[in-house]
C-alpha cells in the first residue's frame, strides 16, 4: 500500500462515535460511525465494534452495500463479511486508521 495521506485518523485519533470516511480508492467515500475512540499514532486496524453508514464508491462500493445498516463487532468481523461477497474476495485495509479521515456532517468535508 501506498504511503499514508496526511490527516488521517492514525494522524488525529477520533472520539467514539466519530464517523471516518475513507480516502483511498479502495474505500473512497466509505463512511463508518464508530463506537469507542481510535487512537492516534497507530495506522492498524480499526479498534472496537463500528457500523457501516455508507458504502461509497470505491473499488468495493457494490460489496459493501450489501453490508449497509449493520454493526460488527471488529475489523476482523467486518472483513470476513466483505470477503465473502463477490469481488471483494481478496480485499484488506477498508477500514484501517491509515485510510479513512474524520467526518464533519455539519459541513460535510473532512477534518
Not at 501506498?2 to 480508492?25: D, H, M, Q, R, W
Not at 463479511?81 to 477500514?95: I, Q, T, Y
Amino acid at each position: 500500500m501506498a504511503s499514508t495521506p496526511s490527516g488521517t485518523v492514525k494522524e488525529t485519533g477520533a472520539g467514539a462515535g466519530a464517523v471516518l470516511i475513507g480516502v483511498l480508492p479502495l474505500n473512497r467515500n466509505l463512511r463508518i460511525r464508530v463506537h469507542c475512540a481510535q487512537r492516534a499514532g497507530e495506522g492498524r486496524r480499526v479498534e472496537g465494534s463500528f457500523e457501516l453508514l455508507h458504502a461509497g464508491d470505491g473499488t468495493y462500493a457494490g460489496a459493501l452495500k450489501e453490508l449497509l445498516g449493520q454493526d460488527f463487532i471488529s475489523t476482523a468481523e467486518f472483513t470476513a463479511e466483505l470477503r465473502s461477497k463477490p469481488g471483494a474476495e481478496k480485499c484488506s485495509h477498508v477500514v484501517n486508521r491509515n485510510t479513512l479521515k474524520l467526518w464533519n456532517d455539519a459541513d460535510e468535508k473532512w477534518r
